[in-house]
């Protein structure tokens, strides 16, 4: 019999109303002999007359099907489903004393049709017994057909609305066969409780209650816990092999109901992510709104969400500029799908073709110009040093004169941290163009020029975390070029956040730097995402160290070593207090250097090194011009 119903998916709805059905003519025809019992047995014939369980029969099966109720799967029975049920009779019984009046309005003997004392019998033991068989069923199902022994172990971090919503998703998905044990937070009101029938424990007491029971799963509900938090609960997770899972915001629920398969692991990004940042709009919507606001590299990682953002302000008119099609055709679709495209233009263009980059000029007339191009990638440009110029130097100098010569009100440049002490060719271009902008901000009073400098940024296009997601899911090895190599990370959403935060406040000159956190060390971020995996480094997949990069460092750095900061309003913003150059012996150098672009890399790399005497090569073909 076990057997039978394991295979049945679900009782056909036909039987479901069937079984409902049997319970109302057994409902109708107790009330008929308890209330026979009331007022004597002789009165039997008087009312027990087959039109009596027929109309309510008719009755009741009109509205069941009404209120679906026959469609409601019998095992997954939850309140809502009892208030349907309890509605569907109530409206049934509703028109019976309907018709039980209107015949009595009508001078006909009530008490030869339905007695209103009949109806209000059959209507309670109708209810009671159709919610009562259907949790006997569910009970039966999860425990003998779906016994718990057979269950992998769950606790679930947050006893809030969002930890008993994820319990009752687990309890209705049978299939999963999750059996959640605890419930553990940091509220000391809640703790000691019993919640669904479990104990809300101490967080606190998680190491203690992970190693004396054997559990399989940690499932965190908690919306917006902080991530120093996460952290701790996720390391304790991890150090007893147990998996981490994360609920979704209420936003993505479907329909509004939180279902088992949207609960998910949690990815790596959320344990590197900090708290949220503060922007000043007041300050922001005088740079944003009504104006026409020019975003080149619109496509990329960094310069879709900047989009994103801006999306939020009420702008005048928003010009993106990208070269490379696939990501511009999926930015377009992305701003089609949420109806976002309001005085929104998608350009297919080079920032490096200056006659089209004018056209653009002359035709939108932007206020302000985000400069998000750039080729980024260290090894590829210490390959291709002519495309390095070309892109990060020649194309940020064709905007920024660009923008002078059609009186754009400010320009925000995106470079890196790889543009301090620069070891590549990578960094040193994104350097001259820092320099070239910053100089030409105090050659003319058109345009204030702004420079935004920051680290990696999570999940962005070819940053190692989608790197070693991609190793993992080929069952490794993951590369790592040196076991002591550093890196500063932030996501992508709070870089954006503060560009646009720092392109407000600028006032022509700054090079504003933010605070990155500590430094990470990228192998002990490969073994934490092994971990999340539900793998073991060294058994399951393996780590390889494949040697330093041509242009790469071990450390990166947000300053150079003249340069100090100063701080602004916004704590996570600081001015570098960096070397001032003549505006007219840049130009001049990077006239040169533009002219001699396509000449040999070791050409170009020494007018470079002309350019910023800090840029000192490593592992690198071009450290003899060091010498």
């Not at 490379?324 to 350009?347: A, G, M």
């Not at 020649?394 to 923008?403: P, R, S």
């Not at 390889?544 to 100090?564: D, H, Q, V």
């Amino acid at each position: 019999m076990n057997t039978y119903i394991r295979k049945m998916r679900f009782v056909p709805s036909v039987v479901v109303l069937g079984m409902d059905l049997c319970i109302v003519f057994f409902a109708a025809m107790l009330a008929i002999l308890l209330r026979d019992s009331v007022i004597g047995i002789a009165h039997i014939s008087t009312f027990f007359t087959p039109i009596i369980p027929i109309t309510i029969l008719i009755v009741r099966a009109l509205f069941f099907l009404l209120f679906n109720i026959h469609k409601i799967v019998v095992r997954y029975t939850n309140s809502k489903d009892i208030v349907k049920i309890f509605l569907a009779t109530l409206s049934g019984t509703a028109v019976l004393f309907f018709l039980t009046y209107l015949l009595w309005i009508l001078n006909i003997n009530p008490s030869r049709f339905i007695p209103i004392s009949i109806i209000g019998m059959e209507f309670f033991i109708t209810t009671t017994v159709m919610v009562i068989y259907r949790f006997i069923f569910k009970i039966y199902f999860l425990e003998k057909i779906n016994p718990t022994k057979l269950k992998k172990n769950i606790v679930i971090v947050g006893a809030g609305v969002g930890g008993v919503t994820t319990k009752r998703a687990l309890d209705r998905d049978t299939a999963s066969k999750y059996n959640v044990l605890s419930f553990f937070d940091d509220d000391p009101k809640k703790q000691g409780m019993l919640l669904e029938n479990l104990t809300v424990r101490a967080i606190d007491q998680l190491d203690e209650y992970l190693t004396e029971n054997n559990i399989s799963f940690l499932i965190i509900s908690i919306q917006n816990l902080p991530t120093q938090r996460k952290n701790k609960i996720t390391e304790i997770a991890l150090n007893h092999n147990v998996k981490v899972l994360v609920v979704p915001p209420v936003t993505q629920w479907i329909n509004g109901e939180l279902s088992f398969k949207q609960i998910r692991k949690i990815k790596i990004e959320e344990l590197l992510e900090r708290d949220a940042i503060d922007i000043n709009k007041s300050l922001v919507n005088k740079d944003i709104v009504g104006k026409t606001i020019m975003i080149t590299g619109a496509a990329g990682s960094i310069g879709s969400e900047i989009v994103r953002q801006l999306l939020k302000f009420d702008f005048k008119k928003l010009i993106l500029i990208d070269n490379s099609e696939t990501p511009v055709f999926f930015l377009h679709q992305e701003l089609c799908s949420k109806k976002l495209w309001k005085n929104v233009e998608i350009l297919l263009a080079d920032i490096t073709d200056r006659e089209k980059m004018e056209e653009f000029m002359v035709l939108y007339k932007p206020d302000v110009i985000y400069h998000a191009a750039a080729y980024k990638h260290v090894q590829l440009m210490e390959e291709n040093v002519h495309a390095a110029v070309k892109n990060n130097v020649e194309g940020t100098k064709i905007m920024a004169d660009l923008a002078v010569k059609y009186n754009v009100k400010k320009f925000v440049m995106i470079s890196t941290d790889k543009a301090v002490n620069p070891t590549g060719v990578m960094g040193a271009s994104k350097r001259i163009a820092e320099i070239y902008v910053q100089s030409l901000n105090y050659a003319q009073k058109t345009t204030k020029f702004v420079t935004t400098r920051f680290g990696n940024v999570l999940g962005s296009n070819g940053s190692v975390i989608p790197i070693f997601r991609e190793q993992i899911e080929k069952g490794g090895p993951i590369t790592i070029t040196h076991p002591d190599i550093m890196r500063y990370f932030m996501t992508i959403y709070e870089a954006c956040q503060l560009v646009i935060t720092a392109g407000a406040m600028g006032e022509g000159g700054e090079i504003f730097i933010f605070d990155m956190g500590e430094a990470i060390k990228i192998y002990d971020l490969a073994a934490k995402m092994i971990k999340l995996s539900g793998l073991t480094l060294g058994k399951d997949i393996s780590i390889e160290f494949t040697g330093l990069r041509p242009g790469e460092k071990l450390y990166e750095e947000l300053l150079a070593n003249a340069e100090n900061t100063k701080p602004t309003p916004h704590k996570k913003i600081m001015i570098a207090d960096v070397i001032k150059y003549d505006y007219q012996d840049i130009e001049n150098k990077i006239e040169q250097l533009l002219i001699s672009k396509n000449e040999e890399s070791p050409h170009i790399v020494k007018l470079m090194k002309d350019i910023v005497p800090e840029y000192i090569s490593m592992n690198s073909k071009f450290e003899s011009l060091d010498k």
